[in-house]
């Protein structure tokens, strides 16, 4: 009974849990629930409702935090088999790397990127691959703005188009994919990914009906707080959003200078606001503002357990063409084949990329998720607190600088939502800015200090080389 407290303890306490809603499909004394910081956290239906040892076993085994099975180790289960498949220790198993977009109908105009994470349902629907897809949509119920959903048309696909910066969970879905036959195809974030690869396992239903596992490529999780920080900052304010598109493409300037669109009611009237995200404060991924705290702990940068992953050609070669670009990871023979087919066709325009291009492309990711993982268990090793198992050994061989920019991050990740919320209550945007302004002038000047260093750095390779030839 120790046992079962102290597992719930670690693991319910939401800071290592990805809000999934798996948890809660494999057993039904756990439900999920939206919190007041507007995460998901799966929590226990009665109190000190009892598990048997097999019942935690079986949860334990659905997390990607928990389970003994890790990326690398289902990666290889299945894709290892494939025939010419390729393998990166940083990208997982691969068919094939490919850059670019999708040239025919509305699908890159109508998307966050490319237009793939559209596209490549439309074919496997058009192609009677599958008969539905599970998607992110916008929601039918007024207390949150998206969810989860199934679309069994072509037109329906289409309105799942662009990226949602929200919470999600698939505790629904799932509950109907269990009770109807069918071909699914579902679209998802590394650690829902790969519960759900996880889930597959223990369930026939789930293993037998979904056919193919859509991921994105996902810098960390936002809780619904991130929403209502950019309406807010567009005129509209927190609970009066309607709708909203993170990603509206500008006829000007790279890709990666995108703007958000907010819709809602400003003095009970709707209207529609669209500012650029380098207008908003806390549009800076790296700082991580309301991070879902379990997001620093995926390793899984390309989503690896996906048959085909997506991401942003976060390129100077490709940003320069606003209209967006994917980067592609293939694992799956059938998604490769359609890729190949379409691209002859002329449907499609994709440049077969290498492992070192697609990790350039999230250079900054890599850095967090990856080569600085260590760092952040280490901490909490230090703390004497509990750390998952990771294929990224506890460390803080990182230099002073880089640590300091991770110690600040943890700072944000805990202290925005507290400001937020006073922020909130005091009717006043600026309070926030003023709280986190000290964090925000330190955190620059660390930056502007690695940057130093680097051209620093790069002087000296010049000398020596100029030095060496003379
Ligand atoms: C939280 C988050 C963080 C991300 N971080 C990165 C990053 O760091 N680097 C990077 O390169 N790319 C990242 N992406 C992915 C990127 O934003 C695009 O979604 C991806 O490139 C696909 O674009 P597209 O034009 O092909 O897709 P579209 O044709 O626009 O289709 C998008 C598809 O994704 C689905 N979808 C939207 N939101 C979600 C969601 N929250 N969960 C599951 N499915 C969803 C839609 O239903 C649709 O099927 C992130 C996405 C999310 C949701």
């Not at 629907?125 to 199934?150: A, C, M, P, Q, W």
């Not at 100077?316 to 592609?328: Q, S, V």
């Amino acid at each position: 009974m120790e046992d079962t407290e102290n597992f719930l303890d670690t693991v319910l306490s939401n800071e290592f849990d990805y809000g999934t809603g798996v948890w809660s499909s494999v057993n039904d004394k756990l439900s999920i629930r939206m919190n007041s910081f507007g995460e998901y956290e799966t929590y226990i239906k009665k109190e000190k409702e009892v598990f048997t040892e097999y019942e935690l076993d079986s949860l334990k085994e659905v997390n990607c935090l928990l389970s003994q099975f890790n990326e690398t180790d289902l990666g290889k289960e299945l894709f290892s088999e494939i025939e010419s498949i390729n393998y990166d220790s940083r990208i997982g198993y691969f068919q094939n790397l490919y850059i670019g977009h999708v040239a025919e109908g509305e699908y890159r105009k109508n998307a966050s990127s490319g237009g793939f994470g559209t596209w490549i349902f439309t074919e496997l629907l058009r192609l009677g691959y599958i008969d539905s897809v599970i998607h992110v949509k916008k929601s039918t119920n007024s207390d949150k703005l998206f969810e989860y959903s199934i679309s069994k048309t072509m037109n329906d696909i289409i309105q799942g188009a662009k990226t949602k910066y929200y919470p999600v969970e698939l505790s629904e879905v799932l509950k109907i994919i269990k009770t109807t036959p069918g071909k699914y195809a579902v679209i998802g974030l590394p650690s829902f990914i790969m519960e759900l690869r996880l889930l597959s396992k223990q369930d026939t239903n789930i293993n037998d009906r979904i056919k193919f596992y859509i991921g994105l490529v996902c810098g960390h999780q936002k809780s619904t707080k991130f929403t209502d920080l950019l309406g807010w900052q567009c005129g509209i304010k927190p609970g009066d959003i309607q709708s909203i598109d993170y990603r509206k493409k500008l006829d000007y300037g790279p890709s990666s200078s995108y703007a958000v669109e907010v819709q809602g009611l400003v003095d009970g009237k709707m209207e529609t606001v669209v500012k650029e995200m380098k207008q908003i404060y806390g549009g800076d991924w790296g700082k991580g503002l309301f991070k879902v705290r379990a997001s620093d702990f995926s390793d899984d940068v390309m989503n690896e357990t996906a048959d085909i992953t997506l991401g942003d050609a976060w390129l100077r070669e490709y940003t320069k063409d606003n209209k967006g670009n994917n980067i592609l990871v293939v694992r799956n023979t059938i998604i490769d084949e359609i890729i190949q087919n379409a691209m002859a066709e002329g449907r499609i325009k994709l440049t077969p990329t290498d492992s070192d291009t697609i990790q350039r492309s999230q250079m900054s990711h890599y850095r967090h998720s990856q080569d600085e993982l260590g760092y952040r268990l280490y901490k909490l090793n230090k703390k004497k607190k509990w750390i998952p198992t990771k294929r990224i050994e506890p460390s803080k061989d990182i230099s002073f600088a880089r640590k300091r920019i991770q110690d600040l991050r943890e700072k944000y990740c805990e202290l925005t939502p507290i400001f937020f919320e006073k922020a909130m209550e005091l009717d006043d945007f600026e309070y926030l800015k003023k709280q986190l302004r000290i964090y925000d002038l330190e955190y620059s000047f660390f930056y502007k200090l690695i940057d130093l260093n680097r051209k620093i750095g790069r002087a000296f390779e010049i000398l020596n080389l100029k030095n060496r030839k003379s």
